[in-house]
C-alpha cells in the first residue's frame, strides 16, 4: 500500500513513465529494498483502475512502449488523505513514517501537523498498552502476554523519539526535499 501512496506522491510534480518511477522510488525511498519493475507497473496499473491515475499518452522508445502516467484529482484526494491519516504503531513502521514526512515535504504539505497526528496516535496506543501491562502485572501474568506489551512499548518509545527528531529537522529536510536530485527534471 505504501508504494502506492509514494508512486502517487512522485506524480504529483510531473507525469512519468513507470521506468521514471522507480528510479525516483528507489533514490528516495528504496534504501535496502528497492521495488520491482513489475511491482512498480502492476500498482500503475491498478492505480488507474482505480482511477487514481491516467495514462497521459503512450510513446515509442528502443524497447516496449512507454506509457507517461500522471495523477488524477481523486489520487490527490487519495494521497492527502493517506498522508494526513496517522498509522497504528506497530514493528517496522519506521518505513511508512519516512515515507509519509518526505513526500509531505516534498508537496509542501504540513508535515509537522501530520507528526502531531501521529504523535497522538502512538500516545493513545501508548495508553492502552501500559495500561494492558499493568493488569497483565496484577494479575501475576509476567510471561509473554508482558513480553510483547514491552516490546510494543519500546517501539513506540523509539517511534516517538524520531517523530521529534524530525520534527526538529523539518526545515532542512524541508530543504533537502525540495533540491530534486534528478537531473531529468531540472
Do not use: N
Given at each position: 500500500?505504501?508504494?502506492?501512496?509514494?508512486?502517487?506522491?512522485?506524480?504529483?510534480?510531473?507525469?512519468?513513465?513507470?521506468?521514471?518511477?522507480?528510479?525516483?522510488?528507489?533514490?528516495?525511498?528504496?534504501?535496502?529494498?528497492?521495488?520491482?519493475?513489475?511491482?512498480?507497473?502492476?500498482?500503475?496499473?491498478?492505480?488507474?483502475?482505480?482511477?487514481?491515475?491516467?495514462?497521459?499518452?503512450?510513446?515509442?522508445?528502443?524497447?516496449?512502449?512507454?506509457?507517461?502516467?500522471?495523477?488524477?484529482?481523486?489520487?490527490?484526494t487519495g494521497?492527502?488523505?493517506?498522508?494526513?491519516?496517522?498509522?497504528?504503531?506497530?514493528?517496522?513502521?519506521?518505513?511508512?513514517?519516512?515515507?509519509?514526512?518526505?513526500?509531505?515535504?516534498?508537496?509542501?504539505?504540513?508535515?509537522?501537523?501530520y507528526l502531531?497526528?501521529?504523535?497522538?496516535?502512538?500516545?493513545?496506543?501508548?495508553?492502552?498498552?501500559?495500561?494492558?501491562?499493568?493488569?497483565?502485572?496484577?494479575?501475576?501474568?509476567?510471561?509473554?502476554?508482558?513480553?510483547?506489551?514491552?516490546?510494543?512499548?519500546?517501539?513506540?518509545?523509539?517511534?516517538l523519539r524520531?517523530?521529534?527528531?524530525?520534527?526538529?529537522?523539518?526545515?532542512?529536510?524541508?530543504?533537502?526535499?525540495?533540491?530534486?536530485?534528478?537531473?531529468?527534471?531540472?
Amino acid at each position: 500500500m505504501t508504494i502506492a501512496y509514494a508512486l502517487l506522491g512522485l506524480l504529483e510534480a510531473t507525469s512519468r513513465h513507470g521506468y521514471d518511477l522507480k528510479q525516483s522510488y528507489d533514490r528516495r525511498f528504496g534504501g535496502a529494498r528497492p521495488v520491482r519493475f513489475g511491482q512498480v507497473y502492476r500498482t500503475l496499473a491498478q492505480l488507474e483502475r482505480d482511477g487514481r491515475v491516467t495514462v497521459l499518452g503512450v510513446e515509442a522508445g528502443g524497447g516496449p512502449d512507454r506509457r507517461r502516467y500522471a495523477i488524477t484529482p481523486e489520487g490527490v484526494t487519495g494521497l492527502g488523505a493517506w498522508l494526513a491519516e496517522p498509522e497504528d504503531p506497530q514493528p517496522q513502521l519506521q518505513t511508512v513514517l519516512f515515507t509519509k514526512v518526505t513526500l509531505a515535504l516534498m508537496s509542501g504539505r504540513p508535515a509537522a501537523a501530520y507528526l502531531d497526528a501521529q504523535r497522538a496516535r502512538h500516545l493513545a496506543v501508548m495508553q492502552e498498552l501500559t495500561a494492558a501491562r499493568r493488569a497483565a502485572a496484577s494479575a501475576a501474568k509476567h510471561g509473554i502476554d508482558a513480553m510483547l506489551i514491552d516490546y510494543q512499548l519500546f517501539h513506540i518509545e523509539a517511534d516517538l523519539r524520531w517523530l521529534d527528531h524530525a520534527e526538529s529537522r523539518l526545515p532542512t529536510l524541508a530543504e533537502e526535499c525540495r533540491d530534486d536530485p534528478d537531473p531529468r527534471r531540472a
